[in-house]
């Protein structure tokens, strides 16, 4: 059964931009074709790309296997004659220990609870429009969709990639039964999302956006439904979020976060974020460095992953949201189609800025070898997370919408 079954998409449809809040008609989309926004050039109904089946099956495999992607060990390193063993919740505790409880509960955050809870919700969501179950769906829907910009199994995945070549240099890797589920785990959910989009499970839940012109219409920041609300701040009654004409303070709040941005990405790239200590001399490590390092190894294509996450993805969202912001408060017309979609790109990129501070926490849980060879965080670590998690905010913070409204302003 596909979701275009489940749902038959009316003749016509009001619909109102998320993106540049322009409202319009949205006639019949066939199957296998696009509509965009005339205006931004949103996509509003990408082609039917899988079955409801399919994403349920592989949902429910990614959190069937991240069960023991958490239990078993991912990695285990031999040195010295030494064995050191890594499970998911190792890298967690050693940073704790170290004095870095809020960076352990960052990587805790992120790579075990969030993912789990969101499998398991999206299980229900899939699993309730498949069997017609009468729970909430809408306002589970919005909460998966709130928390999967939080989802970083596959950037934890690439963080253990560079925390294994580094390991090499060290002693003998071996990828642990945890580590291949961990692997088959990330695979199952990334696959899960291809083979569904957003918009056609919100289209499956009811109500459905009216094809008749509204007195006073507005569209739900999260569902995009269009209803009639002379009033805002009640609730949607498809997803049950706030209803907003536009996000609240979008501007001074993005304003806010990107100084602090700015403010942490000094400290974040000049202080080391790791220390290596190697019989008894210890040798700092910056952001940089390490690329430095893996460069020197001829590690070229993680080199530039690397590089690109940790110090190229933080600058463009800070550029980027600057550039908007005063772009906007100029009530500028330049280039909207083409903000908008830096806008859609740097709000989806940044958590891939996570794979440093992930294998950080690999690193330190296994390189332990006393004073042989130990790893141990150091406070550039906490610079950068604080910047990866500030920049994510600020590009959730921002509404693309208020750069259409003032440029609509101009004389
Ligand atoms: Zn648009
Ligand atoms: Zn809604």
Known sequence: ??????????????????????????????????????RCKRSF?????????????????????????????????????????????TGVE????????????????????????????????????????????????????ELRPWVMIEVYLVGCCVAYTRLESIGTV??????WCLLAATFASVL??????????????????SPAALKHPISCGTCELMIDAPREHGPCPRCSATLRRRKPDSMRRTLALVIAGYLLYVP???????????????????????VHELITAGLWPLAIIVFTASVLVPLLKLFGLTLMLVMT??????????????????????????IDLFMISILVALVQFGALTSVRPEPGAIAFAAVVVITMIASRSFDARVMWDRADQTP
Request: proline share 8%; glycine share 10%.
């Open 174 to 179: 071996q990828v642990g039964v945890g580590g």
């Open 94 to 145: 050693a940073l704790w220990n170290d004095g870095f409880g809020s960076l352990g509960a960052l990587v805790f955050v992120f790579s075990i609870a969030i993912p789990f809870i969101y499998l398991a919700v999206m299980v229900w969501v899939l699993g309730g429009i498949r069997f017609g179950t009468a729970a909430p769906l809408g306002r589970l829907f919005r909460w998966a969709s």
């Open 1 to 38: 059964m596909s979701l275009r079954q489940v749902y038959q998409r009316p003749a016509v449809e009001l619909i109102g931009c998320a993106d540049c809040g322009l409202v319009q008609i949205l006639p019949p989309v066939p199957v296998d074709a696009v509509a965009e926004c005339v």
């Open 45 to 89: 109904a990408p082609p039917a790309r899988g079955s409801i089946d399919t994403a349920l099956a592989l949902t429910i495999a990614g959190l069937l296997l991240l069960l023991p992607a958490a239990l078993l060990p991912l990695m285990q390193v031999t040195a010295f004659g030494l064995p050191r063993r890594n499970w998911l919740p």
């Open 268 to 290: 974040a790239n000049l202080l080391p974020v790791l220390s290596v200590e190697r019989f008894g001399r210890d040798d700092p490590n910056t952001i940089v460095s390490g």
């Open 192 to 209: 899960a999302t291809l083979k569904l989009d957003e918009q056609s499970v919100w289209d499956a839940l009811p109500p459905r956006s």
């Open 329 to 354: 408060r100029m009530r500028s017309r330049k280039w909207l189609v083409g903000r908008t979609r830096l806008f859609r790109f740097i709000d989806r990129i940044g958590r891939w800025s996570n």
